[in-house]
């Protein structure tokens, strides 16, 4: 990524743009920042050298949920204009700047045999922020983590430095950097490894599950890499649900599917809060789970149908209304499966309406300190911010989610206190000191990082 390496002197800061209100993926009032946009390297260190007070933070795509991506009257290195690739067929790897999403790489590389081996739940999320959230697929069991693939990146620190970091190197920066919220410098580029396809269609397998404990019984059986349970919350049998497992077929049969989604349908700003409610959500619950297969085996699918089906409606997070929606997503490691029966009962004695859960089984914690996945089970819950007492039941179910060793995924967060990440990220005190090193002056901080005590409010 040559054209991504800095000059040895920054350009001229930019001037600061006017500010504009950002918010998470989950919506609400947002917060008002300075955005800069740059287009290369050196426009990053440039707006680097005009992060002072009161700091800066790097944003992707803007799907964290929360207040991950953003810092309240602070600068915002929107790194989304850093759009160039290159695959190296030979390596089975693409060297790619920190801005192009997955979708962009799934588009090009799908076709010519390759995947990007862990993808999450939409094809909008840049290669920066797959890597500052370390996040993970339906297939975390068999491929783990984003970061499992990277074998190099490229990290600007807050003095100009420009650091390429491999997973081997002892000094823990890349392991604090991958997971690490973008709290130890902005991400320019990284080199991922590639996984070799024999075509863009999936084989599913449908299940539907009676109730919680046969939706995991589902998910441990044997069968497809890419695995995921879709679960009814709001109807008379809460738990109930449908499990699928796909994999990918050695050689295209049919037509040719497409690896990515495109929107058919968006929904309108100022979409009124009270249209999405638990009778309506419940009716349509009931016809999806009617709909379902009781039993399907080999079903063939496109690739990006089936992995990112909520892409399909742009602006979802409208349908909660101003308010927006908090995601409220846990792991809890085998053996703690009780927890995850008392979490939804929790929400549901609380009257906390849950409009979507999505369950799925976790392989081995990565090496990461700040890192979300445990070997267990981890379970995403949609709930309107509006919905009253959310505050004190999603505070019992932290209490919960750590007493069973558990934790609540910070680029979902949007309100977790600073004891509950102690508690939930038991290496914190680790990747606080590796952080310090690469930012003494405490320059990067996000509204997430000073919220939950990451980043201390005293630092600079
Ligand atoms: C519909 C949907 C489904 C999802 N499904 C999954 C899933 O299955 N698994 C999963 O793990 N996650 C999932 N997510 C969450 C998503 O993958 C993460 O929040 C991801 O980080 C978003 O990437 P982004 O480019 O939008 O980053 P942003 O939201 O813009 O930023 C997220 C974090 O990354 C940091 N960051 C971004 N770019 C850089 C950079 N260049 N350098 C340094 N730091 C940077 C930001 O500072 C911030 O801390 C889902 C989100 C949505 C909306």
Same mark, same amino acid.
């Given at each position: 990524?040559?054209?991504?390496?800095?000059?040895?002197?920054?350009?001229?800061?930019?001037?600061?743009?006017?500010?504009?209100?950002?918010?998470?993926?989950?919506?609400?009032?947002?917060?008002?920042?300075?955005?800069?946009?740059?287009?290369?390297?050196?426009?990053?260190?440039?707006?680097?050298?005009?992060? =002072?007070?009161?700091?800066?933070?790097?944003?992707?795509?803007?799907?964290?949920?929360?207040?991950?991506?953003?810092?309240?009257?602070?600068?915002?290195?929107?790194?989304?204009?850093?759009?160039?690739?290159?695959?190296?067929?030979?390596?089975?790897?693409?060297?790619?700047?920190?801005?192009?999403?997955?979708?962009?790489?799934?588009?090009?590389?799908?076709?010519?045999?390759?995947?990007?081996?862990?993808?999450?739940?939409?094809?909008?999320?840049?290669?920066?922020?797959?890597?500052?959230?370390?996040?993970?697929?339906?297939?975390?069991?068999?491929?783990?983590?984003?970061?499992?693939?990277?074998?190099?990146?490229?990290?600007?620190?807050?003095?100009?430095?420009?650091?390429? &970091?491999?997973?081997?190197?002892? %000094?823990?920066?890349?392991?604090?950097?991958?997971?690490?919220? *973008?709290?130890?410098?902005?991400?320019?580029?990284?080199?991922?490894? &590639?996984?070799?396809?024999?075509?863009?269609?999936?084989?599913? %397998?449908?299940? =539907?599950?009676? *109730?919680?404990?046969?939706?995991?019984?589902?998910?441990?059986?044997?069968?497809?890499?890419?695995?995921?349970?879709?679960? %009814?919350?709001?109807?008379?049998?809460?738990?109930?649900?449908?499990?699928?497992?796909?994999?990918?077929?050695?050689?295209?049969?049919?037509?040719?599917?497409?690896?990515?989604?495109?929107?058919?349908?968006?929904?309108?700003?100022?979409?009124?809060?009270?249209?999405?409610?638990?009778?309506?959500?419940? &009716?349509?619950?009931?016809?999806?789970?009617? /709909?379902?297969?009781?039993?399907?085996? *080999?079903?063939?699918?496109?690739?990006?149908?089936? &992995?990112?089906?909520?892409?399909?409606?742009?602006?979802?997070? /409208?349908?909660?209304?101003?308010?927006?929606?908090?995601?409220?997503?846990?792991?809890?490691?085998?053996?703690?499966?009780?927890?995850?029966?008392?979490?939804?009962?929790?929400?549901?004695?609380?009257?906390?309406?849950?409009?979507?859960?999505?369950?799925?089984?976790?392989?081995?914690?990565? *090496?990461?300190?700040?890192?979300?996945?445990?070997?267990?089970?981890?379970?995403?819950? %949609?709930?309107?911010?509006?919905?009253?007492?959310?505050?004190?039941?999603?505070?019992?179910?932290?209490?919960?989610?750590?007493?069973?060793?558990?934790?609540?995924?910070?680029?979902?967060?949007?309100?977790?206190?600073?004891?509950?990440?102690?508690?939930?990220?038991? /290496?914190?005190?680790?990747? /606080?000191?590796?952080?310090?090193?690469?930012?003494?002056?405490?320059?990067? =901080?996000?509204?997430?990082?000073?919220?939950?005590?990451?980043?201390?409010?005293?630092?600079?």
């Amino acid at each position: 990524m040559a054209e991504l390496a800095p000059p040895a002197r920054a350009a001229s800061s930019p001037v600061p743009p006017a500010p504009e209100t950002i918010h998470g993926w989950g919506g609400g009032p947002g917060v008002r920042v300075r955005r800069l946009r740059p287009r290369d390297g050196a426009a990053v260190r440039a707006a680097i050298s005009a992060a =002072r007070a009161p700091g800066a933070i790097a944003r992707g795509m803007g799907r964290s949920y929360g207040d991950a991506a953003q810092l309240a009257e602070g600068l915002v290195i929107d790194m989304s204009g850093c759009t160039g690739f290159e695959l190296d067929r030979d390596a089975g790897a693409v060297t790619a700047q920190a801005g192009v999403t997955v979708g962009a790489l799934l588009a090009e590389l799908v076709p010519a045999g390759w995947m990007v081996p862990v993808v999450p739940g939409t094809q909008h999320v840049s290669v920066g922020g797959a890597i500052a959230s370390d996040i993970h697929g339906k297939n975390h069991r068999t491929a783990g983590t984003f970061g499992d693939h990277v074998s190099a990146l490229g990290l600007l620190t807050a003095a100009g430095e420009l650091l390429e &970091l491999t997973p081997d190197s002892a %000094d823990g920066m890349f392991a604090a950097t991958v997971g690490g919220m *973008g709290l130890t410098g902005v991400i320019l580029w990284a080199r991922i490894r &590639l996984q070799r396809i024999g075509s863009p269609l999936l084989s599913v %397998d449908t299940d =539907r599950a009676a *109730g919680l404990d046969d939706a995991l019984a589902l998910l441990s059986a044997p069968g497809g890499s890419h695995r995921v349970a879709w679960l %009814d919350l709001i109807g008379p049998r809460p738990g109930r649900g449908i499990v699928t497992r796909a994999e990918h077929l050695d050689e295209a049969v049919g037509a040719p599917d497409r690896a990515t989604v495109s929107s058919r349908v968006t929904v309108p700003a100022g979409w009124p809060a009270g249209a999405l409610r638990p009778s309506t959500v419940g &009716l349509f619950n009931e016809l999806r789970y009617r /709909r379902a297969p009781r039993r399907q085996r *080999g079903h063939v699918e496109g690739l990006g149908a089936h &992995l990112f089906p909520l892409d399909a409606l742009a602006a979802w997070p /409208r349908l909660y209304g101003r308010a927006g929606l908090l995601q409220y997503q846990f792991a809890v490691p085998a053996g703690a499966e009780p927890v995850l029966g008392s979490v939804i009962e929790l929400l549901r004695t609380r009257r906390v309406p849950c409009f979507l859960a999505v369950l799925k089984d976790l392989g081995p914690a990565p *090496g990461s300190p700040l890192s979300f996945p445990l070997a267990g089970w981890t379970l995403a819950l %949609d709930l309107p911010r509006a919905a009253p007492g959310i505050d004190d039941a999603l505070r019992r179910c932290d209490e919960l989610v750590a007493q069973a060793g558990g934790r609540v995924y910070l680029t979902k967060d949007a309100r977790l206190a600073p004891a509950a990440v102690t508690a939930m990220y038991p /290496r914190l005190a680790e990747w /606080r000191a590796v952080r310090d090193r690469l930012d003494p002056d405490g320059r990067w =901080r996000s509204d997430l990082a000073l919220r939950t005590g990451l980043v201390a409010e005293t630092r600079r």
